[in-house]
């Protein structure tokens, strides 16, 4: 490996899924790893295969199907979940078994609790150095590329933590990573703690020193970044900061600013970065997560320029307020605005420009709905176009479709809707009243679906494009017999956005199968 390239270890898929609120089909998964592939991520950590039985076949999936990255799967340090590791990506062609176990006091005291694991603090924490080396070594027994984390190394004893690090370079780990779990350090202290590990444990140049930050304190990108330029050479990260509570480093984030600030930081990494923009709408839209508007690099307003000064200043030369270009991370400005006149070419050659390829039953179904807009709506733009195309390519079949709906709602009325769900051949017509006119129609799609129990725990709507002809688009999450699944819908009218929205959610129940 040379010593100016970052490893870039993206787990959107473990630890990003792993994001409150955020749940993925296993078939959202193999579609983000191929997106992921095509970004050029170094290493895709696809799950974490003793969890559940959907974590296994995710991992399973995306090994045997997706070309070009690394595929990790998460292991603790047991023999039983490193078998069940192995057996999920026996078939990828370069698998990585990476183990962890916890290394601080903190977690030490709680985990390891035991008398099993020693009596005092000190006999504990020899088992534990045990345990990371019997665990390296049975995983080396499966595979060569094998990664260790001390989990919460962040605030393990730095002492300590070298006599690990060193140990499991011994027992054959390729990549040592050293998460600060809790993302509780700063910058100068954690880019101090990897200059220690580069100082004192004498075996460290045998393995790849790895970085693995939390955003509790929004510094999980500022940590990653000082740890780079102490000589870590991955970078564990997530597409949109996904992760636990406040997330994990954005890839993004990392990418660009080693991308942008080569002068300072010395080092590239292989991602090709005009798939940022698509690879984070694609995680957005499958994970019903949003990216805030002035998130950097993948935002909405990342690139927009708001006061008259700066719009001057970046017709005249853009680096005045520009560090990057919006086409480096693959978003394309809009020249073409398409309309009603525009036909099936001009649809098809921007769809191209944009980067989507579609089937050919993808393609009409996006040119129907594409037709069916430009007729409400005089300009079509690229987010509109994004927008007909994401609902489309991720459609699942369609049990229950929408035949007709009818509203009233007003201030001093009872709102109630009346509403024709297809299914097959038989239209079911009901209707309700309820608290508003979604709460109304979604009462009446649940009884004429005969699917009572689904419950709508989160309801988000936002407006595609500006001004009051756009899009608007809804996302719903909806949960049923524990299991989680999330809709979309888009129309010019949010009523009708909101109800295809939940049939949308609906066809997943029906359509995906049950995942453990
Ligand atoms: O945050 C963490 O410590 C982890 C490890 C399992 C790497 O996600
Ligand atoms: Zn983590």
């Not at 559940?52 to 799967?73: D, H, L, M, N, Y």
């Not at 176990?101 to 694991?117: G, L, M, N, Q, V």
């Amino acid at each position: 490996m040379q010593d100016d390239r970052v490893i870039i270890f993206d787990t959107t898929l473990r630890d990003g899924e792993q994001s409150p609120g955020a749940s993925l089909s296993v078939e959202e998964k193999v579609t983000i790893a191929h997106q992921l592939a095509r970004l050029e991520v170094d290493v895709i950590e696809a799950g974490f295969p003793i969890s559940s039985e959907a974590q296994f076949e995710a991992t399973r999936r995306i090994a045997k199907e997706v070309e070009g990255p690394v595929i990790a799967g998460l292991a603790r340090a047991v023999k039983e979940d490193i078998d069940r590791a192995w057996q999920a990506l026996r078939e990828a062609k370069r698998p990585r078994i990476h183990t962890f176990i916890a290394t601080s006091d903190i977690h030490i005291r709680s985990k390891f609790s035991s008398e099993k694991y020693g009596r005092t603090m000190e006999e504990k924490k020899e088992r534990i150095l045990e345990m990371a080396v019997e665990a390296v070594r049975y995983a080396k027994g499966y595979i060569p590329d094998v990664e260790f984390s001390p989990e919460d190394a962040g605030r393990t004893d730095p002492d300590y933590l070298c006599r690990v690090v060193e140990a499991v370079i011994d027992a054959g780990a390729t990549t040592v990573n050293i998460p600060d779990t809790t993302g509780y350090t700063m910058p100068e202290e954690f880019g101090g703690l990897i200059r220690t590990l580069f100082r004192k444990v004498p075996n460290v140049h045998k393995a790849i020193i790895s970085v693995h930050c939390h955003n509790d304190l929004g510094l999980a990108v500022a940590n990653s970044l000082a740890a780079v330029k102490e000589g870590a050479r991955q970078v564990e990260c997530t597409i949109n900061g996904l992760g636990e509570r406040a997330g994990n480093a954005a890839l993004e984030e990392i990418v660009m600013a080693l991308k942008v600030r080569k002068d300072i930081l010395g080092v590239d990494t292989g991602i090709n970065t005009r798939e940022i923009y698509r690879t984070s709408r694609l995680v957005a839209h499958l994970t019903g997560i949003d990216v805030q508007p002035n998130k950097a690099i993948v935002g909405a307003n990342a690139f927009a320029h708001e006061s008259g000064i700066h719009q001057d200043g970046v017709l005249k030369e853009r680096a005045t307020y520009e560090i990057m270009r919006p086409e480096d991370i693959g978003l394309e400005k809009s020249r073409i605005v398409l309309g009603r006149h525009s036909g099936r070419h001009g649809f098809k050659a921007r769809l191209g420009e944009l980067g989507y390829r579609l089937s050919e039953e993808e393609f009409e179904r996006a040119y129907e709905k594409f037709k069916e807009l430009a007729d409400k709506k005089k300009e079509v733009y690229d987010e509109d176009i994004a927008a007909i195309v994401e609902g489309e390519m991720f459609r699942v079949p369609q049990t229950f479709t929408l035949d007709y709906f009818h509203i009233s709602s007003g201030t001093g009325t009872i709102p109630t809707a009346t509403v024709k769900v297809k299914r097959g051949k038989e239209v079911v017509q009901e209707a309700a009243w309820g608290d508003g006119p979604v709460d109304a129609a979604y009462k009446a799609i649940k009884r004429a679906t005969g699917m009572e129990d689904v419950r709508l725990s989160d309801y988000t709507i936002r407006s595609v494009t500006g001004g009051t002809e756009a899009l608007g688009e809804v996302t719903v999450r909806l949960e049923a017999e524990g299991r989680k699944v999330v809709g979309r819908g888009t129309s010019t009218d949010i009523i009708e956005a909101s109800v295809l929205a939940f049939l949308d959610g609906l066809n997943k129940f029906v359509a995906l199968p049950r995942e453990a």
